[in-house]
């Protein structure tokens, strides 16, 4: 089986990646920027995965971790949805680290490349009955990690059309599911709910997948002789009031919002967030460019390409709450820490 390096290798979909290339024969090299952290790689060793180290940032790690490897598959990024200065904490390293990756895979000589991209690097504003696909650009970026991602791909497709390089995207939507040691925008809306500590329902919805189906999506795009171009991996658009329903249904126990904030009033929701992480602690998690992105819209995505090409399907979405749930009580959560009981 080929040697494979897989960047951020330490993260939610990194890692769940890197156990579905393990499972299946592949030599994974683990790419991991702090490399020497037992807790940020006991995962990856239990896997039996070599970790090396890898900085997006540092292309001289790249060349030394692409030594003798077929396939890449670059998964890492600065996925975050607050920063002081997104252009340095968030466009900079995702733009900057995907042209030294790629350069690195290039000059290196492996095979095959398939990237992580997003499905919002195709827009954020499509009804169901006319939902969006690969063959768009989102043009009206707000939000610094969109804004990242998008630019980061169109650049990854220009160097490999340039150079005659084998590239495949990715492009998943918002992903839960197991199989992570910190939290991201996405998974920490659950630990909050766990803990109850979501006062209102925000009128917003986004796009969801399982992480491992994302996971599954790469290795069938490295597999697939014929694969290429973009893919969008998205199970199903999800209304924040009915995911927090579809929560409590898997878990009863769990105390979700009855209260509904007002679509007008979401513009002033930055700041109620600024406020409660300033006087009770609570994580930021919403800035104005994410309100503007997101606001006032629905985004579907259609994964049919994926499905028809490389035989690509989502699993049942209350599959992935339920696990997703079950992940962070047993996992992450201290004892006694919910306000809910394990999930089964």
């Known amino acids: 089986m080929d040697t494979v390096l897989v960047t951020g290798a330490n993260g939610h979909l990194g890692y769940n990646l890197t156990q579905q290339l393990v499972e299946r024969g592949y030599r994974v090299r683990a790419g991991v920027r702090d490399f020497t952290s037992k807790t940020k790689t006991r995962d990856l060793v239990t896997l039996g995965a ?15 971790a692409m030594k003798d490897v077929q396939g890449l598959f670059h998964v890492a990024a600065v996925y975050e949805t607050i920063s002081r200065n997104p252009g340095r904490d968030v466009k900079q390293p995702t733009i900057v680290g995907t042209i030294n ?27 169901l009955a006319a939902p969006l696909d690969e063959s768009r650009w989102n043009k ?22 340039r150079n005659h390089f084998n590239l495949v995207a990715i492009l998943p939507s ?18 909050e709910l766990l803990r109850n500590r979501v006062p209102v329902v925000l009128p917003l919805g986004f796009s969801f997948v399982d992480v491992r189906d994302v996971a599954t999506a790469h290795v069938l795009a490295y ?29 009863p126990t769990v105390v979700i919002p009855t209260r ?12 109620l967030d600024w406020i409660g992480h300033r006087f009770a602690g609570t994580p930021r998690a919403i800035s104005c460019a994410f309100v503007k992105e997101y606001g006032h819209r629905e985004a579907h995505f259609t994964s049919a390409r994926a499905e028809r090409e490389l035989g690509w399907m989502a699993r049942d979405f209350s599959v992935s ?20 009981s394990p999930v089964t």
């Open 140 to 161: 009206d970026a707000i939000e610094p990690y969109v804004q990242a991602k998008t630019s980061a791909e169109q650049w990854a497709w220009e160097f490999a059309t």
């Open 321 to 340: 709450v339920r696990d997703t749930l079950s992940w962070i009580k047993t996992e992450l959560l201290p004892a006694g820490a919910a306000c809910s």
């Open 50 to 64: 070599e970790i090396t180290h890898v900085d997006i940032t540092r292309p001289e790690t790249l060349s030394a």
């Open 260 to 271: 509904r904030l007002p679509e007008r009033l979401l513009p002033v929701v930055p700041l």
């Open 101 to 127: 990756t790629l350069q690195a895979a290039h000059a290196a000589g492996v095979q095959k490349v398939v990237l992580t991209s997003s499905a919002t690097t195709v827009g954020n504003d499509a009804s």
């Open 223 to 251: 597999e697939n002789p014929t694969a290429a171009g973009r893919y969008i991996a998205s199970a199903r658009f999800c209304e924040l009031a009915e995911l927090f329903t579809l929560v409590r249904n898997v878990d």
């Open 174 to 191: 918002a992903m839960i599911g197991p199989g992570f040691r910190r939290h991201t925008p996405t998974t920490r809306i659950f630990e």
